[in-house]
């Protein structure tokens, strides 16, 4: 079974929350922690003193944006509350089937009623790389298909970008999530997070700037930057530009104003947001009593 939204399914009753800050260069939304990924072999094996959760139902869920990022949703049932999750591992069990392995653990030391516990979990499944198709994703023997529609690889910035030519070169900000054009002779600097100049020589100083995420632009001349909508105002010799990709916001602005740099800049400008990944993970547990 397989369902589609742009973010995943939030917590419940009695929710415990773990973070993980994972930053990957050549992408999102928050995500569930990914479980730890074993060694290829044909599947997980059952760690000593440990016993796979009885798992009752498992789902798919694909995140939006590229590369696709997949969410397990698991509803299963404990022998009882003394004896819970302690254990997840992702293994590949052959091309096309993704084995997770979720394991619990009794304590000895807490006196139990020994009443069964539904519950619920949300892990990240690495699926990072791979070519497109139908995969089967087995949870402690309970099963759930999704389907990529196209290789899940992240570009090379280097192959989305405008190449340079004579002392054109390029500037390329992974980091940030863009590349363009600019003479060979500018220097280039960032004075802080998300701020990037291009200074010529005795000439004008390009200054780009990350807005953050934004999905309007504000009011001004329409324009085009890189081949997006845009907005466009000029004053006391400073021209600036507004535009949005990928839901990122990039302010671009040129002081004083030079014509052919504007151009060459606005033209070349290229979001590479498809090969950078800034994802924040969390692991999501709900009990139900």
């Known amino acids: 079974m ?10 419940g009753l009695c929710t415990l929350l773990g973070l993980i800050v994972l930053l990957a260069a050549c992408g999102g939304d928050p995500a569930p922690t ?13 760690p000593p003193a440990e016993d796979e959760a009885v798992i009752d139902q498992a789902e798919v869920v694909l995140l939006d944006g590229f590369p696709v990022e997949a969410n397990v949703e698991v509803r299963g049932t404990l022998p009882d509350a003394c004896m819970p999750i302690t254990q ?9 089937t993704i084995g997770l392995g979720i394991f ?13 516990l539904p519950f619920e979990e949300t892990y990240a ?13 087995d949870v402690n023997g309970t099963l759930a298909t999704f389907t990529l529609e196209e290789d899940n690889v992240r570009p090379n910035p280097g192959a989305i970008c405008p190449q340079p030519s ?3 070169v390029a500037a390329i900000n992974p980091e940030a999530g863009y590349c363009l054009l600019h003479p060979g002779e500018a220097v280039v600097s960032a004075p802080a997070p998300g701020l990037q100049r291009i200074a010529v020589p005795e000439g004008p100083t390009l200054t780009i700037t990350v807005l953050g995420p934004t999905d309007a ?13 845009a907005v466009l105002s000029e004053e006391e010799g400073e021209r600036r530009a507004v535009a949005i990709y990928e839901g990122t916001g990039y302010a671009i602005a040129l002081a004083p104003v030079d014509a ?9 400008f290229t979001s590479v947001r498809r090969c950078i990944s800034v994802v924040v993970r969390t692991r999501s547990v709900s009990y139900t009593h």
Do not use: F
């Open 125 to 137: 499944l690495d699926i990072d790389g791979l070519p497109a198709g139908t995969y089967t994703v």
């Open 166 to 168: 004579g002392s054109i």
């Open 2 to 11: 397989i369902k589609q939204r742009p973010y995943p399914m939030g917590g």
């Open 104 to 116: 619990v653990t009794r304590d000895e030391t807490v006196a139990c009623t020994g009443e069964p």
């Open 217 to 229: 632009l504000p009011t001004g001349e329409p324009a085009i930057i890189g081949g997006q909508d």
């Open 34 to 46: 990914a479980a730890p990924t074993a060694e290829p072999g044909g599947g997980i094996e059952v």
């Open 260 to 268: 052919a740099l504007w151009d060459l800049v606005t033209a070349s």
């Open 88 to 96: 997840a591992a992702q293994a590949p069990i052959d091309a096309q």
